[in-house]
T-cell receptor
């Protein structure tokens, strides 16, 4: 069965370190998204991609970057982790049509100390 | 700009009571889609329903029902005869652009046995 996975599921890192969160989907979806979930804020869009070599900034992109070298993967990199980036991160994918729902990964809980 | 408002942050009900979650949205698009997702305590995001802006028929799925009213920009969700398994955070979302989603802040539903 097609799926979307994230790794690691839990990560503790120190302030200033570079961290990469992996997202892999086997739906063959062109669209992929990264969100962060914080209490009182719901889900906020960090970055998104509509296909290979395409990346775009979302509403809370500062301090984050993504790259899309193939259809299946959209890794999220925190260039220099900050305590404000402690959050739960969700990756999602969808077909290239806004009539279609997004499928979400299980999430990564990141703690920056 | 797209905006989704879920005013009630936490709602507690006794088992078997009905609960209605309000969702009000803002958009300038003439065609758009609305979604509801459920996030149980285990943390994953589960797609519940999609509604397009041209279809104002109410929908019922088991104990779940949705009331879409374009005139008031609302897409409300009712759980009838609530059960403990309904305890979760529920998110309303609005699509824009190429299937980006704007999420509300979520409703925490607590069903008391």
């Amino acid at each position: 069965d097609a799926e979307i996975t994230q790794s690691p599921r839990h990560k503790i890192t120190e302030t200033g370190r570079q961290v990469t969160l992996a997202c892999h989907q086997t739906w063959n979806h062109n669209n992929m998204f990264w969100y962060r979930q914080d209490l009182g804020h719901g889900l906020r869009l960090i970055h998104y991609s509509y296909g290979v070599q395409d990346t775009n900034k979302g509403e809370v992109s500062d301090g984050y970057s993504v790259s899309r070298s193939n259809t299946e993967d959209l890794p999220l990199t925190l260039e220099s982790a900050a305590s404000s980036q402690t959050s739960v991160y969700f990756c999602a994918s969808s077909e290239s049509n806004r009539a279609h729902e997004q499928y979400f990964g299980p999430g990564t809980r990141l703690t920056v100390t | 700009a797209q905006k989704v408002t879920q005013a009630q942050t936490e709602i507690s009900v006794v088992e078997k009571e009905d609960v209605t979650l309000d969702c009000v949205y803002e958009t300038r698009d003439t065609t758009y889609y609305l979604f509801w997702y459920k996030q149980p305590p285990s943390g994953e995001l589960v797609f519940l329903i999609r509604r397009n802006s041209f279809d104002e028929q109410n929908e019922i799925s088991g104990r779940y029902s949705w009331n879409f009213q374009k005139s008031t920009s609302s897409f409300n969700f009712t759980i009838t005869a609530s059960q403990v398994v309904d305890s979760a955070v529920y998110f309303c979302a609005l699509s824009y652009g190429n299937n980006r989603l704007a999420f509300g802040k979520g409703n925490q539903v607590v069903v008391i046995p």
